[in-house]
């Protein structure tokens, strides 16, 4: 896997196949994927003052179109998915490892006060369900599963299912299986 890009590394997520650049461009008509390439593209090029900037108006445009408002800035590990199409907001100091998937509705923000002031760090192999709420400076651990319209505003260790608000936590050594497929 080390000579894939991180692009295919994301569109492999979707189908489980290894694709060529054709074929990721065939697949774009998904807004989803198109979203992530242009992220990708624009995360790639963000320190080449001509292509930077194409990227990040090209980016813009499909911020306000599909209703993600990722930035380039944002940390995002290999095997990135959005698994619909809806509004959806990161904060771009937060960070998301490897293997991730987020549903429409979500919120990863910041917290402007207390406690908890700052952005979170969501650990590898995360499931963010729709509507799901994540604010603070809190860190989510690997393999965790966050069922949907959850709020979570506090740590969550590996292994676990968070539901509900306030949100609660159950261990669960398989809390992603059969949740996140195709990992990278």
């Not at 800035?73 to 987020?102: A, D, R």
């Not at 908890?116 to 604010?135: K, M, Q, R």
């Not at 599963?145 to 261990?171: C, E, Q």
Request: proline share 5%; aromatic share 12%; glycine share 10%.
């Amino acid at each position: 896997m080390a000579g894939y890009s991180t692009i295919q590394k994301d569109f492999y997520r979707e189908s489980g196949k290894w694709l060529s650049t054709f074929k990721i461009l065939a697949k774009c008509v998904n807004p989803n994927l198109h979203f992530v390439y242009i992220l990708r593209k624009s995360q790639k090029f963000s320190k080449t003052p001509v292509l930077g900037l194409f990227w990040k108006v090209v980016l813009r445009h499909f911020q306000i179109k599909y209703g993600f408002q990722i930035y380039p800035e944002t940390q995002i590990g290999e095997g990135f998915y959005l698994g619909h199409w809806g509004s959806l907001v990161i904060n771009p100091k937060s960070k998301i490892g490897k293997n991730c998937n987020i549903a429409q509705g979500v919120t990863i923000g910041q917290q402007n006060r207390g406690k908890n002031e700052g952005y979170p760090v969501i650990g590898d192999e995360v499931w963010i369900g729709p509507n799901a709420v994540i604010v603070g400076n809190i860190n989510i651990g690997n393999n965790v599963l966050i069922a949907p319209n959850a709020y979570v505003n506090f740590d969550i260790p590996d292994n676990s299912v968070v539901t509900g608000n306030p949100a609660k936590i159950y261990s669960n050594d398989n809390a992603t299986d059969g949740y996140i497929n195709n990992k990278v």
